[in-house]
């Protein structure tokens, strides 16, 4: 299977902060790289796919970046809503497709 | 808008079967694939297994021997059993599209349905 991790496993932060989740795997998933957002009670919710491409729908403060085994979700500029956990998933592999551990955001 | 429901029991005993059934609609299940994941009460999230709406399926070879997932076309519907469950499957399960292509990703999910195993 190929490990995902992700750092920090979370985090404390303030509206208007500019966050960074970084998202690592255990060998080189090329640009198969997934981010989900998921709050409290409620299913996942698809932010970016494909490493760098936002999901339609989602705020434009939200990007992605990254190839190989290092990648990073990026939120410019952190609003309340924004307070959640996030996943990365990698779909290099689908034997099988494995998620990150998570990262929650929570108020500083 | 595709919106998934996920249905079944919420408790099953051990060593039993947990089945449930995600109804879609919205959208046709045809031609698209479909997914099961979970997720344990304060833990991270499992892929389970998918199925294409031909009834080809693809399952985490971790849960193999014990996961079966079918499609039903004409009641735009797709299930899935876990058999000989233990505490361990006691989780979240959630279905989800699986938008597949030269890159694969889960939209949308349905809200999730708690499952406990327990006697």
Redesign the interface.
């Given at each position: 299977d190929i490990q995902m991790t992700q750092s920090p496993s979370s985090l404390s932060a303030s509206v208007g902060d500019r966050l960074t989740i970084t998202c690592r795997a255990s060998q080189s998933i090329s640009s198969n790289l997934n981010w989900y957002q998921q709050k409290p009670g409620k299913a996942p919710k698809l932010l970016i796919y494909a490493a760098s491409s936002l999901q339609s729908g989602v705020p434009s403060r939200f990007s992605g970046s990254g190839s190989g085994t290092d990648f990073t979700l990026t939120i410019s500029s952190l609003q309340p809503e924004d307070f959640a956990t996030y996943y990365c998933q990698q779909s290099y592999s689908t034997l099988p497709f494995t998620f990150g551990p998570g990262t929650k955001v929570d108020f500083k | 808008q595709i919106h998934l429901q996920e249905s079944g029991p919420g408790l099953v005993k051990p060593s039993e079967t947990l089945s449930l059934t995600c109804t879609v609609s919205g959208v046709s299940i045809s031609p698209y694939y479909w997914s099961w994941i979970r997720q344990p009460p304060g833990k991270?999230?499992?892929?389970i297994g998918y199925i294409y709406y031909t009834g080809s399926t693809?399952y985490?070879?971790?849960l193999k021997s014990r996961v079966t997932i079918s499609v039903d076309t004409s009641k735009n519907q797709f299930s899935l059993r876990l058999s000989s469950v233990t505490a361990a499957d006691t989780a979240v399960y959630?279905c989800?599209r699986l938008?597949s292509g030269y890159?694969?990703?889960?939209?949308?999910?349905?809200?999730?349905t708690l499952v406990t195993v327990s006697s």
């Open positions: - | 991270g999230l499992e892929w693809n985490n070879p971790s959630y989800a938008h890159e694969d990703w889960f939209d949308p999910w349905g809200q999730g």
